[in-house]
């Protein structure tokens, strides 16, 4: 059974980096039949996508183009976990931030199949 | 994008009673070559992530009870719970995996009446 355990701060001042980490239990980050995901949860902007990382021989990144310029998600093989930073951050990037798993099957996409426990950050001096 | 459209926002059904959800996209999920809608249904209790229902518009995941079912196709999809339990109050969100980026509707929250 795959687990994603999330860790990192719940409070960022303004204009520093958010940054988190999903270890993943269960199964690889360099597995060749899915994409690492994060996605955020908030009031004003509900459920959205940020971005993925996976490996098909070599490692491929999507981002969202609302954070494209200040996101970067990287896998860590050694730690079998991957990893968020956001740079600059708001008081509109506070948010429940979820690591996610995404199957591929047949060449496109499946739903997400498994959740972190999700992480409240809050961005405030 | 691909914009999910929910309705109602909000609703409260007695125990026992039926209850649908629905949900509009702004253009087709579905993909010829397969003949699949790539939409899911997701609930949502306070405190805890998403928990996946329907997937391919209509196939139930392993373990979610028979009084959820998913139907519709295109752009056209609905929720049903048959007979709504205590258990079942949460919030609802449709999900379309057919294109990048990938987008949930607004949600909806149901109660009991």
């Known amino acids: ?34 994409a690492w995901n994060w996605i955020r949860q908030s009031p004003s902007r509900g459920l959205e996508w940020l971005g993925r990382t996976y490996y098909r021989s070599k490692w491929y990144k999507d981002y969202a183009e609302s954070v494209k310029s200040r996101i970067t998600i990287n896998p860590d093989t050694s730690k079998n976990q991957f990893s968020l930073q956001l740079n600059s951050v708001t008081p509109e990037d506070t948010a429940i931030y979820f690591c996610v798993r995404v ?16 992480t409240l950050v809050t961005v405030s001096s | 994008d691909i914009v999910m459209t929910q309705s ?29 809608n ?24 392993s373990g979610v009870p028979e009084r959820f079912s998913g139907s519709g196709s295109g752009t056209d999809f609905t929720l049903t719970i048959s007979s709504l339990q205590a258990e079942d109050v949460a919030v609802y969100y449709c999900h379309q995996y057919y294109s990048t980026p990938p987008t949930f509707g607004g949600g909806t929250k149901v109660e009991i009446k």
């Open chain 1, 1 to 34: 059974q795959v687990q994603l355990q999330q860790s990192g701060p719940g409070l960022v001042k303004p204009s520093q980096t958010l940054s988190l980490t999903c270890a993943i239990s269960g199964d690889s980050v360099s597995s060749n039949s899915v």
């Open chain 2, 38 to 61: 790539y939409l899911a249904w997701y609930q949502q209790k306070p405190g805890q992530p998403p928990k996946l229902l329907i997937y391919w518009a209509s196939t139930r995941e």
């Open chain 1, 103 to 118: 199957p591929e099957l047949d060449g496109s996409w499946a739903p997400i199949d498994c959740w972190g426990q999700g």
């Open chain 2, 8 to 36: 109602p926002d909000s609703l409260a059904v007695s125990l026992g009673e039926r209850a649908t959800i629905n949900c509009k996209s702004s253009q087709t999920v579905l993909y010829s070559f397969n003949n699949k």
